[in-house]
């Protein structure tokens, strides 16, 4: 079993920055790609970013690119968001998630393993 403990989101105006953090435990995380998705109030949950074991390979929603930054090392067992230029639109509950699959990296019921959410606020 895989844990994924997030942290790093927030309150911050329109055109700020966050950077979130998912730290995994076991000694698989190096096995495992990683995706963010995201989930507001009466929507779907949506994938927002992903990236290959390697990191090698990054994957990104049209909403997002140009915006966010996936990147993870491997060293720590930890995954990160940055995410620059915030819109309202932005406003969500974000999840990090755990791959072992070699299915589509943007659906979100291929993901094995989930952290608790995190909450991030873009006021205009």
């Known amino acids: 079993q895989v844990q994924l403990v997030e942290s790093g989101g927030g309150l911050v105006q329109a055109g700020g920055s966050l950077r979130l953090s998912c730290a995994a435990s076991?000694?698989?995380?190096?096995?495992?790609?990683m995706g963010w998705f995201r989930q507001a109030p009466g929507k779907e949950r949506e994938f927002v970013a992903a990236?290959?074991?390697?990191?090698?390979?990054?994957y990104y929603a049209d909403s997002v690119k140009g915006r966010f930054t996936i990147s993870r090392d491997n060293a720590k067992n930890t995954v990160y968001l940055q995410m620059n230029s915030l819109k309202p639109e932005d406003t969500a509950v974000y999840y990090c998630?755990?791959?072992?699959?070699?299915?589509?990296?943007?659906?979100?019921?291929?993901?094995?393993?989930w952290g608790q959410g995190t909450q991030v606020t873009v006021s205009s």
């Open positions: 998630s755990a791959k072992t699959n070699s299915g589509s990296y943007y659906y979100f019921a291929l993901y094995d393993y």
């Open positions: 076991g000694r698989t995380f190096i096995s495992y790609a």
């Open positions: 990236i290959s074991w390697s990191g090698d390979n990054t």
